[in-house]
């Protein structure tokens, strides 16, 4: 441990344990010496009223008795009394007991030279036949002491009896359980101190001998970090419980809310998702999707079993990304088969020419560019809408070079302008594209078991309602139906279609119809994930093979600019 580390004594009072203990400790002293002041009180107490009881039970005993009553009487009071009086205060162990006449003249004492002196205390109230007490200081010192009235026959006044304890007496009685209360409190202390640091101990141990102002920064610099940071992070006690959930964790799983306490099977997240939390082997970048985002997940364990932490990375961008390189690099992959192709052509206009066929290189020439222009004039007349209509004609290329006919319906129609600013570019690109990919792959598939051609058709066009009819949503069954104006989106195929028992899991990562194993799954699950967040629906339907229509409201969004008039 280097000598910054060291807990130096100023170190240890700073630190929020130190406090701690040294609050506590003082506590402590004050609750054992609060304790023992009230112990002595009482105790002391308890002695003074038992040495009172004691006095008044030896004085009356004198006064009662009749030995007592006929010394009064007689010539030489202090010859009788004196030694009877010894013999009872050495017999009870009381300090003193003096008889006296009715003028407060001794007649015996402890001190023989006390006799024949004045009674030093009070005695009116056994004057007039009461029993009294009270502390007085006499020839012996303070002490506690009873004045009783000596009686005759006729219930008169004759004498008067004082038995008394001195304090220091009874202070002599206290010294004992006073030292054994006095031995309590120190161990008492003792053991308290001893607790307390070993519980301030543990403490220091845990908050790593920072003080009070340090933990409250500390604490600030970490809800900042977590506000801060992009990663979504939640972690989860050992019952899988939700005890920190940041803000980007919020806003990529779609959570709101109180989340503390929760547990993470309760919070409405994907199954897929919920399994790979609560799986036993950590999570390394993994790809789920949630209702309107793609998340790369990382899970990993808090120390022995406390808990468990999910790091979340928003992964929408880059898979829309990823989509877009893999519509390049298949526009590219096409143009250069185009280009060969086109190559191909020219050679044989060219031969044609070279061997003075004139007229069959123009015939030739001009059906080639009537073919390859046909559907690019449909779209362009058809699609004003730019990113659909170069969608449309990539993809119409690239289907061509894999043997499938690309058709665009008679009814589409869309003009520049009319699509929302809400409704990016990306997700047109993610909808069409990935629902003419996955036509086309179904096209092919289905074109070994029947003898017509593969063929995908596309419907795009803008609809002011909804038809009546029912429809299976499953995208979004539960999700609110648009309505009003809205963008129709319909790939076609001839394929063998979709089971009716899959259309539950058709929108599902991981689905997919694909036996060469290049299929991930996750186009149709990203289908239904931009419909989602354009407030749309994707529904399953079949003709000739599957039809899958995707429906985004226009109304919900605000226009880019003023449609142009058709």
């Excluded at 200081?137 to 038995?163: F, W």
């Excluded at 185009?338 to 191909?344: C, T, Y």
């Excluded at 092919?444 to 419907?459: C, F, K, L, R, Y």
Aim: aromatic fraction near 2%; charge should be negative.
């Amino acid at each position: 441990m280097s000598p910054r580390m060291l807990p130096t004594p100023r170190r240890l009072v700073c630190s929020l344990a130190g406090q701690l203990f040294v609050v506590q400790v003082v506590i402590v002293a004050a609750v054992v010496a609060g304790g023992a002041v009230l112990a002595y009180l009482f105790t002391a107490g308890r002695a003074e009223d038992a040495a009172r009881a004691q006095v008044t039970a030896v004085a009356r005993s004198v006064a009662d008795s009749p030995s007592v009553r006929a010394a009064v009487a007689g010539p030489d009071p202090t010859a009788v009394l004196q030694p009877y009086a010894e013999q009872v205060r050495a017999d009870t162990g009381v300090s003193f007991i003096t008889v006296m006449d009715t003028a407060g003249v001794r007649w015996t004492h402890p001190l023989p030279e006390q006799i024949g002196k004045t009674f030093l205390g009070h005695i009116d109230w056994a004057l007039a036949g009461e029993t009294r007490s009270e502390t007085y200081t006499g020839t012996l010192g303070p002490s506690v002491r009873v004045v009783t009235p000596v009686l005759d026959e006729r219930h008169r006044v004759v004498a008067l009896v004082s038995a008394g304890i001195t304090v220091k007496s009874i202070s002599a009685q206290l010294s004992g359980p006073l030292l054994a209360l006095a031995g309590v409190a120190v161990a008492a202390l003792a053991l308290g101190g001893v607790g307390t640091y070993l519980a301030n101990s543990r403490l220091r141990r845990h908050t790593h001998g920072m003080g009070p102002a340090e933990l409250s920064h500390l604490y600030e610099y970490h809800q900042a970090t977590l506000r801060s940071v992009r990663e979504g992070l939640v972690l989860l006690d050992r019952r899988h419980r939700v005890v920190l959930c940041n803000d980007a964790a919020r806003e990529l799983l779609g959570l709101t809310g109180d989340l503390e306490g929760l547990p993470v099977d309760g919070l409405g997240l994907p199954e897929a998702l919920v399994a790979a939390v609560l799986g036993a082997e950590p999570v390394r970048d993994e790809v789920h999707l949630t209702a309107e985002r793609v998340v790369v997940l990382n899970t990993s364990t808090i120390g022995t079993g406390l808990g468990r932490v999910l790091t979340l990375r928003d992964h929408t961008e880059l898979q829309s990304l990823s989509g877009e390189l893999d519509s390049v690099r298949g526009f590219t992959e096409a143009l250069g088969a185009q280009a060969h192709e086109a190559a191909n052509r020219l050679h044989a206009v060219v031969s044609l020419i070279e061997l003075g066929r004139h007229q069959e290189a123009v015939e030739f020439a001009t059906a080639e560019l009537a073919l390859a222009q046909q559907l690019t004039d449909r779209v362009v007349a058809a699609v004003g809408e730019p990113v659909l209509a170069a969608l449309l004609l990539g993809k119409a290329a690239q289907a061509a070079e894999r043997g499938v006919e690309l058709t665009l319906t008679e009814d589409s129609r869309i003009d520049d302008g009319v699509l929302p600013s809400g409704l990016s570019a990306r997700d047109l690109i993610t909808v069409l594209g990935n629902l003419i990919d996955n036509a086309v792959d179904a096209a092919i598939a289905g074109a070994a078991e029947s003898p017509d051609p593969p063929e995908v058709t596309v419907t795009a066009r803008i609809d002011a309602l909804l038809p009546e009819s029912a429809r299976t949503d499953a995208a979004a069954p539960d999700a609110a139906r648009p309505e009003g104006e809205h963008l129709l989106l319909r790939v076609a195929d001839t394929g063998t279609g979709i089971d009716p028992a899959a259309v539950e899991d058709v929108f599902r990562r991981g689905w997919s119809t694909k036996q060469d194993g290049r299929g991930h799954g996750l186009g149709l699950a990203l289908v239904a994930q931009a419909a989602r967040r354009n407030g749309g629906t994707v529904e399953v339907g079949r003709d000739r093979g599957a039809v899958l229509t995707v429906r985004l409201p226009l109304s919900r969004l605000p226009r880019r600019r003023e449609a142009v008039a058709s």
